[in-house]
């Protein structure tokens, strides 16, 4: 059986402000880095044997896939960091508490910008607070930093680096962990479920709770799926 472990990285500072945080480098909280520990905890559990790690080039997620796999006693297994992992750009919103922009913009307006699937948040001005195109992780990638992304934009950079570097590797029968951020494993959850445009509004990734997902063998379709941690799991999309 090959099995894939998504992780959203425990919370972060800006979780807990309540900033939309996207490409800024935050740092996990005590909170969160609590959360990495017990999904690591509840990987070893399972017992399941991974053989490589993806992850994004984002400190939150990176410690979390760290912490996680010291508490697996793995943390000799591949790690690859990949932009395309990264969160949601989140152009012009980046930094803004999320209360204070829904008083200003509306509850509704800031659900479609945070939840929707082809509505982009306003783009961030170059030149801007949070403007990361000087970044030299990027630079370095040679990445033309996002002005702002929608949730299709974001998955038209995970699609296909999951489909050249990630499926091969499942379909060959390899059990692997990503661990990324709310909206990249949104837009994984919407392919690997065939997730509608529409319901994709309604899938929520809590923090730090690794959601294991049963492949069929030799295949990209998942057989089942269930959040280790029950407390604190979010409905799923249905299997089809
Ligand atoms: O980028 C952020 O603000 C969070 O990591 C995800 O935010 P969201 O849940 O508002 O999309």
Not at 19 to 37: I, S, Y
Not at 221 to 233: C, F, I, M, Q, T
């Amino acid at each position: 059986m090959t099995r894939l472990a998504l992780i959203r990285h425990g919370q972060s500072q800006w979780n807990l402000e309540n900033r939309f945080t996207g490409w800024v480098d935050v740092d996990l909280t005590e909170k969160g880095r609590a959360e990495a520990h017990k999904a690591g905890s509840l990987l070893k559990d399972t017992g399941i044997e991974f053989s490589a790690c993806f992850t994004s080039v984002q400190k939150r997620a990176i410690r979390t896939l760290w912490m996680a796999l010291d508490e697996m006693d793995r943390m000799w297994l591949p790690v690859t960091r990949a932009w395309q992992l990264n969160e949601r750009h989140y152009g012009g919103l980046t930094g803004l508490n999320k209360a204070e922009t829904a008083e200003k913009h509306g509850a509704d307006q800031v659900k479609v910008w945070r939840r929707s699937y082809d509505i982009p948040p306003p783009p961030l001005e170059k030149g801007a607070a949070f403007d990361l195109s000087k970044d030299l992780r990027y630079i370095s990638l040679g990445v033309d930093v996002p002005a702002t992304e929608s949730l299709k934009l974001t998955l038209d950079r995970v699609q296909p680096y999951f489909e050249a570097e990630i499926a091969p590797r499942i379909e060959s029968g390899e059990s692997l962990i990503i661990a990324a951020h709310g909206n990249s494993l949104r837009a994984l959850v919407k392919i690997l479920f065939d997730v509608s445009n529409d319901d994709i509004v309604n899938v929520e990734i809590p923090t730090g709770n690794p959601l294991l997902i049963e492949m069929m063998d030799g295949t990209l379709k998942p057989s089942s799926a269930r959040y280790l941690d029950g407390e604190r799991a979010t409905d799923l999309p249905p299997i089809k």
